[in-house]
């Protein structure tokens, strides 16, 4: 994927063919609305076309003729054509000769004035330096979608013809049949440089594969690979959006550096174009959510809480959460695109879950899943494009029913959000409130117990892919037992489940910190042995921190040698997971003040 815009020249061309194709052909119910008198007064002071537009003529309305889109067409967000027939029929061979005559010219044309200096820019520079450099900057970024003679304001488009009747009214948009026209957004020349070469798109494209798709896998691999390979797609605004976010989130930071890198910042730049534009794709999403990890997983916040804010919202609005919806994306024409999409959501619901884990009090941003709502297949045949021929595995299904480790994530963080909610719900009568909490303790404690079994069987090549789940339950417990495990929290007269519920959280902190820990070695013994740091889940820090915090407790507490070597072993992985996450450092700042603390107050 050469920084050139000779392929992208044709796909516009193509998708320009296809756009003017379906106007003609396509929409034939669109809603009536009448020209009111003021329309029509006003009308009369601006220039007029010589006869009303095709599609009002078409379907016999009645046209306000206004230049350069009448009343009606820009109402509904549709293309209007003041041109004096509709050609219906294919080009002839003299125009198509024509056409084609016309189109080398203007490829001469570019190639002569503007693509020698784009090349030069792009092959003076690695990606590497392309990514630390001035020309890669926000600044130069911004200035490549900046038309000539404008520096001062963005492109920004023209008025939206996005169909405002799917919001206002979604069954009279469901009822009329419209479709969403996805427009074609010109890829700026500055993330083209900032991809690289072909050869260095290639390797970071592999690179994500093998480390960050082996915990985190929505994106669809052979999906990818046939678009890519297809001569016919050529590679739009929404594949370079998520490209980048690719490579942001799968890049590993030079020691020192902070996380905001010109990257982050570009991409940043880059999604916000493509929003204001209307580019609404599975691929924005996609690149939005993994905008949303590589936040999280640096601690970069706010930001990190408003972008998976965000990626809620639009996978509400593109209908990724339930099928009885208004769909924003076309209907899905493979099993591997369909199961794409319910990784996506799943991805929304699991980071909105892990991110309110140690936010407490507020609500989630996605909807609550269904128990039938289906949970993602095998993650290998998947990737492969194969289907399994075996019963979709519900969300309500039984935990003895072997699943894939991202199945197991999304079990895990489902679980995880029934927590929070417990928690933060100061309404449930007591009785109902300390069984429901039992509850969560048993079903938590059956799936923990299971994944670890499960994890002896793993490929050992692929990676601790069930660490996250692991993870995510060890999280939830330990939240859930820290409500529950201090006796200043006991309500006076309450059953007697809560005295119950108060033993299991005291034992269970215990309990789970140790498997904590064992998880912490498992994790170094993997890097030590060659991984690397590159399969690293940031979903993992989370629950090795509040071990720590909770040995740091227990020292306080007792002040005996061994919480102390043990809180010393999770201070140190978490040292370890700071040169790949850099969130994992500001939970070691937390310990160490509360080492401070402890030690002040002894001396």
């Known amino acids: 994927m050469d920084s050139n815009i000779e392929p992208a020249f044709q796909a516009q061309l193509q998708q320009a063919t296809v756009y003017d194709s379906q106007q003609q052909n396509g929409f034939n119910h669109e809603p009536h609305f009448d020209i009111t008198p003021q329309e029509q007064q006003d009308t009369s002071q601006q220039q007029l076309a010589a006869q009303a537009c095709a599609s009002c003529r078409k379907q016999k309305r009645k046209c306000d003729k206004l230049i350069p889109q009448c009343s009606l067409c820009q109402r509904i967000g549709r293309r209007c054509d003041y041109s004096e027939e509709n050609r219906v029929l294919p080009p002839s061979a003299e125009e198509f000769t024509s056409l084609r005559q016309e189109v080398a010219e203007l490829k001469h044309l570019l190639s002569s ?297 999304c079990q895990s963080v489902h679980l995880a959000g029934k927590v929070c909610r417990h928690i933060d719900d100061k309404t449930t009568p007591l009785d109902y409130r300390f069984e429901e909490a039992l509850q969560l303790h048993r079903t938590l404690k059956a799936l923990v117990a299971l994944l670890p079994t499960e994890a002896e069987g793993e490929d050992p090549t692929a990676g601790p892919t069930l660490c996250s789940s692991m993870a995510i339950c060890y999280s939830a417990l330990l939240t859930l037992y820290d409500a529950y495990g201090c006796s200043e929290r006991l309500v006076p007269d309450a059953p007697e489940t809560q005295l119950i519920m108060q033993q299991e959280s005291i034992q269970g902190i215990a309990e789970i910190c140790e498997s904590v820990l064992l998880l912490c070695r498992k994790i170094r013994q993997r890097i030590e042995l060659g991984e690397g740091l590159g399969r690293l889940s940031p979903m993992t820090i989370e629950c090795i921190y509040e071990a720590g915090a909770s040995y740091a407790w227990y020292l306080r507490e007792t002040s005996e040698p061994r919480y102390a070597e043990k809180l010393a072993e999770v201070s140190q992985l978490l040292r370890l997971c700071e040169r790949r996450w850099r969130v994992a450092g500001e939970y070691i700042s937390v310990i160490e003040a509360t080492e401070y603390q402890m030690i002040s107050a002894i001396r």
């Open 113 to 409: 004035n503007v693509l020698p200096s784009a090349r030069a820019n792009a092959s003076t520079k690695s990606s590497s330096d392309v990514s630390m450099s001035n020309d890669s900057s926000p600044a130069n970024f911004l200035s490549s979608i900046i038309p000539n003679g404008q520096s001062q304001q963005p492109a920004w488009p023209a008025p939206s013809s996005f169909p405002s009747l799917f919001f206002l009214d979604s069954s009279a948009f469901e009822y009329e049949r419209f479709q969403i026209q996805v427009p074609h957004i010109r890829v700026p020349p500055g993330a083209l440089a900032a991809l690289g070469s072909s050869a260095e798109l290639r390797l970071m494209i592999e690179n994500f594969f093998s480390s960050v798709h082996t915990y985190f896998p929505i994106v669809s691999k052979i999906r990818l690979y046939q678009h890519l390979a297809n001569p016919l797609h050529e590679p739009g605004a929404e594949v370079a959006l998520l490209f980048m976010a690719m490579k942001l989130v799968s890049t590993e930071l030079p020691e020192g550096s902070p996380p905001q890198t010109p990257v982050y910042q570009d991409v940043k730049s880059f999604y916000t174009y493509m929003e204001a534009q209307n580019g609404f794709s599975i691929q924005m999403l996609q690149g939005l959510l993994l905008i949303s990890l590589y936040e999280y997983g640096h601690g970069i916040y706010p930001a990190a809480y408003l972008s998976i804010g965000n990626a809620a919202r639009l996978g509400h609005a593109m209908g990724l959460h339930a099928r009885d919806v208004p769909q924003m994306l076309p209907r899905c024409t493979t099993w591997t695109e369909q199961e794409e999409r319910r990784r996506v959501w799943w991805a929304v619901l699991i980071l909105d879950r892990i991110s309110n884990i140690g936010h407490r009090g507020k609500p989630f941003a996605s909807a609550e899943p269904s128990p039938d709502m289906h949970l993602p297949t095998d993650d290998a045949a998947w990737d492969r494009g194969q289907m399994l021929a075996a019963a979709p595995l519900s969300l309500s299904a039984s935990q003895t029913i072997r699943a894939s480790s991202f199945a197991r994530a």
